[in-house]
C-alpha cells in the first residue's frame, strides 16, 4: 500500500488543533498559537510507529523533534493563514479524496480504516488531517498559482538542452511461433514437433502469411504464438538474439531448439531508436517546467511566510 503510507505519512505531520490539548510544556509560539511538548511528542510517536521503528536512540528522537517541530510550525502557519483567508473544502472534496487514496491502493474502507489502527489514528482524525492538507494545497494554489507560467522559449531552451532525455531506446518487434514440447518427452515428440515447425517455417518462406499459419498449427496442442510487442535491444536471450540478428523486417528465423520447444520468430521492425520531436513532449517538458517552479515558488513564499511570523522555539 505505498501510495496509502506515502499520503498517511504526510498526514501525520499536520498540527492538531491546541485548545483540547493537556499542555505539558510550550515546544513554541506561533503568532498568538501554541505548540506543546505533549502534541509534538505525540507526533514522533505516531511517525516512527507509522514507519515501523519502535526504538529510536535519544539523539536520534531529539533530531526527529526537531524537524517535527519545524514542520509542525509551518503547518501551523499555513492553517493561521487559511483562517484569515477564509477558505474552506466541502465533505464531497474529502470523501473523494478518500476514494482516490482506496483506488490508488485497491484497497476496501474497511481495510483503510484497519492499516490506519494499526498506526495508532482513528478515521475521524485522518478525515480531519487530509481536510487540512485539501486546505494546504487550496491555499498554496491561491497564493502562488498566478506566480507560475512558462513560455515557449523556456521549453524550447529545456528541450535542446536535455535532447538525450528525448530519445528512444533501440528496440525490435517480433512475432514468434512456438511448438512446445511436454514433459518428459521422448525422441519421437522432439522429431514430431522439429518436423511441424520445419513444415511451418517452408510455408511461411514461401511468402504465406505468419498469423494464418500460426492459425492453423494452433490446432495441435502445444502450439502458439502471436506477437511479442517492443523488446528493447539486449534483452532477447542468447538462442532469440542470434537468430535474429540479421534479420531484416518481414523476415523469418530458421527453427530455434530450446529446452522448451522449437521456435519460430519474425521480424516486424527493427528500431535504432530517435530523438522525440519537441512537440511530441511539449506537454511533458511544460509540466515538468511548472513543477520545478512551483516548488521553488512555494519554497519562497513558505520562507516569506516564516520571515514575517513571530515565532519562539523553546526546545
Same mark, same amino acid.
Given at each position: 500500500?505505498?501510495?496509502?503510507?506515502?499520503?498517511?505519512?504526510?498526514?501525520?505531520?499536520?498540527?492538531?488543533?491546541?485548545?483540547?490539548?493537556?499542555?505539558?510544556?510550550?515546544?513554541?509560539?506561533?503568532?498568538?498559537?501554541?505548540?506543546?511538548?505533549?502534541?509534538?511528542?505525540?507526533?514522533?510517536?505516531?511517525?516512527?510507529?507509522?514507519?515501523?521503528?519502535?526504538?529510536?536512540?535519544?539523539?536520534?528522537?531529539? /533530531?526527529? =523533534?526537531?524537524?517535527? %517541530?519545524?514542520?509542525?510550525?509551518?503547518?501551523?502557519? #499555513?492553517? &493561521?493563514?487559511?483562517?484569515?483567508? !477564509?477558505?474552506?473544502?466541502?465533505?464531497?472534496?474529502?470523501?473523494?479524496?478518500?476514494?482516490?487514496?482506496?483506488?490508488?491502493?485497491?484497497?476496501?474502507?474497511?481495510?483503510?480504516?484497519?492499516?490506519?489502527?494499526?498506526?495508532?489514528?482513528?478515521?475521524?482524525?485522518?478525515?480531519?488531517?487530509?481536510?487540512?492538507?485539501?486546505?494546504?494545497?487550496?491555499?498554496?494554489?491561491?497564493?502562488?498559482?498566478?506566480?507560475?507560467?512558462?513560455?515557449?522559449?523556456?521549453?524550447?531552451?529545456?528541450?535542446?538542452?536535455?535532447?538525450?532525455?528525448?530519445?528512444?531506446?533501440?528496440?525490435?518487434?517480433?512475432?514468434?511461433?512456438?511448438?512446445?514440447?511436454?514433459?518428459?518427452?521422448?525422441?519421437?515428440?522432439?522429431?514430431?514437433?522439429?518436423?511441424?515447425?520445419? /513444415?511451418? =517455417?517452408?510455408?511461411? %518462406?514461401?511468402?504465406?502469411?505468419?498469423?494464418?499459419? #500460426?492459425? &492453423?498449427?494452433?490446432?495441435?496442442? !502445444?502450439?502458439?504464438?502471436?506477437?511479442?510487442?517492443?523488446?528493447?535491444?539486449?534483452?532477447?536471450?542468447?538462442?532469440?538474439?542470434?537468430?535474429?540478428?540479421?534479420?531484416?523486417?518481414?523476415?523469418?528465423?530458421?527453427?530455434?531448439?530450446?529446452?522448451?520447444?522449437?521456435?519460430?520468430?519474425?521480424?516486424?521492425?527493427?528500431?535504432?531508436?530517435?530523438?522525440?520531436?519537441?512537440?511530441?513532449?511539449?506537454?511533458?517538458?511544460?509540466?515538468?517546467?511548472?513543477?520545478?517552479?512551483?516548488?521553488?515558488?512555494?519554497?519562497?513564499?513558505?520562507?516569506?511566510?516564516?520571515?514575517?511570523?513571530?515565532?519562539?522555539?523553546?526546545?
Amino acid at each position: 500500500m505505498k501510495h496509502f503510507f506515502l499520503i498517511a505519512a504526510a498526514l501525520m505531520l499536520a498540527a492538531t488543533p491546541l485548545a483540547a490539548e493537556t499542555i505539558s510544556r510550550i515546544a513554541a509560539i506561533v503568532n498568538q498559537d501554541i505548540i506543546t511538548t505533549a502534541q509534538l511528542d505525540r507526533e514522533v510517536d505516531t511517525l516512527l510507529a507509522a514507519e515501523g521503528q519502535d526504538e529510536v536512540s535519544a539523539t536520534q528522537r531529539d /533530531a526527529l =523533534r526537531g524537524k517535527i %517541530l519545524d514542520k509542525m510550525i509551518e503547518d501551523l502557519l #499555513l492553517r &493561521q493563514r487559511i483562517e484569515k483567508l !477564509g477558505l474552506r473544502v466541502s465533505e464531497q472534496d474529502i470523501e473523494q479524496a478518500i476514494n482516490d487514496v482506496q483506488a490508488q491502493n485497491n484497497i476496501t474502507r474497511e481495510q483503510l480504516q484497519e492499516a490506519l489502527v494499526a498506526q495508532g489514528m482513528t478515521f475521524e482524525t485522518y478525515r480531519e488531517r487530509l481536510r487540512q492538507q485539501l486546505l494546504n494545497f487550496k491555499l498554496v494554489g491561491r497564493e502562488i498559482q498566478g506566480q507560475v507560467e512558462v513560455t515557449n522559449a523556456e521549453m524550447r531552451d529545456y528541450y535542446r538542452a536535455h535532447m538525450e532525455d528525448f530519445r528512444t531506446e533501440p528496440y525490435i518487434r517480433l512475432s514468434r511461433m512456438t511448438f512446445r514440447l511436454t514433459a518428459g518427452h521422448g525422441f519421437a515428440e522432439v522429431e514430431a514437433m522439429r518436423g511441424r515447425a520445419e /513444415a511451418a =517455417r517452408n510455408e511461411l %518462406l514461401e511468402g504465406k502469411d505468419f498469423h494464418e499459419i #500460426l492459425m &492453423q498449427h494452433a490446432t495441435t496442442p !502445444g502450439v502458439d504464438g502471436g506477437d511479442m510487442g517492443e523488446i528493447p535491444e539486449g534483452t532477447l536471450s542468447d538462442s532469440f538474439n542470434r537468430a535474429v540478428s540479421d534479420l531484416s523486417a518481414g523476415q523469418v528465423s530458421g527453427v530455434i531448439e530450446t529446452a522448451e520447444g522449437f521456435h519460430i520468430l519474425r521480424l516486424e521492425e527493427r528500431s535504432t531508436g530517435e530523438t522525440r520531436t519537441f512537440e511530441s513532449v511539449r506537454d511533458q517538458i511544460r509540466d515538468k517546467l511548472l513543477e520545478d517552479k512551483r516548488a521553488s515558488a512555494l519554497s519562497e513564499w513558505t520562507r516569506n511566510l516564516r520571515d514575517s511570523a513571530d515565532i519562539e522555539k523553546r526546545l
